[in-house]
């Protein structure tokens, strides 16, 4: 709480908070609270401190019940099985329209064709 | 490169041509590590077995899009807190959170005495970050545990990242007056 920099404690936590990161460093004005503050050097090694022990978390590993790892796998099995099913009705859908364009554009030529027909007889008649 | 981190690439080339087996192998090398995320964030095993089922599920789904500019394990680590996220935000809307009973900490076979100090730090802090709340600790684990950039963990949370930021002071802030409480807080307590 030095009064002689101009900040005060609640100014400088979130950034001590940072600091104690270690990857960016403190600004001129919080250090030099800092180091007229008793309260914030302390807060700033209970964040380093705090920090160690939330990364060394990181190295236990829980076991989980014997169970999990068969049942992930058989849910992997059951979504690859309707994966390859929906494709297969995917390719027998595709099929199906490429069928009916096919039908629709044979008929279409047909009529063409016979209404060419039938006008040409029309003119000979 | 590490031996281990080539051939978890290789395996996820294999997984992203088409080879279960591939990422069924996967599966085996990394889920007690994404379990233990999922376990943190949810707090109860029920919860966190739903969460890896579904990030697995994700992750086969989305393989093509793996890039693999971080590791699997961070991929797998996003995924799982957004899985975790999801599911903690149905949950809320049905019922009040619930404090969650404090994550176990697992045998490591060290030396007790020399660690003592060291797991007794830890104890507190799975006992600290239980009594956080799903938001402020699903924030702190990423980015203290799991070292995460905040972009990431803004956009796996559906937050802005100075959201996140905030968060993760508040939880930080937290954690430390429980760990180390001030000597008047310690007294009236007593």
Same mark, same amino acid.
């Given at each position: 709480m030095p009064a002689e920099t101009g900040i005060h404690c609640h100014d400088v936590a979130a950034e001590l908070s940072s600091a104690a990161e270690g990857h960016v460093p403190l600004s001129n004005a919080t250090r030099s609270h800092v180091e007229a503050c008793l309260r914030c050097q302390a807060d700033l090694v209970q964040y380093r401190k705090l920090l160690r022990s939330l990364r060394s978390l990181r190295t236990e590993v829980l076991q989980p019940a014997p169970g999990l790892l068969p049942e992930i796998l058989a849910g992997l099995e059951h979504a690859g099985e309707r994966h390859a099913i929906r494709a297969v009705l995917h390719g027998r859908r595709a099929a199906y329209i490429g069928g009916i364009a096919a039908a629709t554009a044979a008929g279409a030529a047909g009529a063409i064709v016979l209404a060419s027909r039938s006008k040409r007889l029309k003119l000979v008649g | 490169m590490p031996a281990m981190t080539t051939e978890m690439d290789e395996l996820v080339a294999r997984a992203q041509e088409g080879d279960r087996a591939a990422f069924d192998e996967l599966v085996r090398r990394t889920h007690a590590d994404t379990y233990t995320l999922a376990y943190r964030l949810c707090g109860n095993e029920e919860d966190a077995r739903d969460v890896v089922q579904d990030a697995y599920l994700r992750a086969y789904k989305g393989l093509k899009r793996f890039r693999g500019d971080a590791q699997f394990t961070t991929w797998m680590y996003r995924i799982t807190a957004n899985c975790a996220n999801t599911l903690m935000g149905k949950r809320h809307k049905h019922r009040h959170d619930e404090l969650p009973e404090t994550v176990e900490d697992t @045998?490591?076979?060290? @030396?007790p005495a020399a660690q003592a100090d060291a797991m007794a730090l830890r104890q507190d802090l799975s006992e600290a970050l239980a009594e956080l709340s799903p938001k402020l600790r699903a924030v702190v684990l990423l980015r203290d545990v799991y070292e995460l950039p905040h972009e990431d963990i803004a956009a796996e949370l559906g937050i802005s990242e100075t959201a996140a930021k905030v968060r993760l002071h508040r939880a930080r802030l937290q954690l430390k007056e429980h760990l180390f409480p001030r000597r008047g807080e310690v007294d009236r307590a007593s």
């Open positions: - | @045998d490591l076979a060290r @030396d």
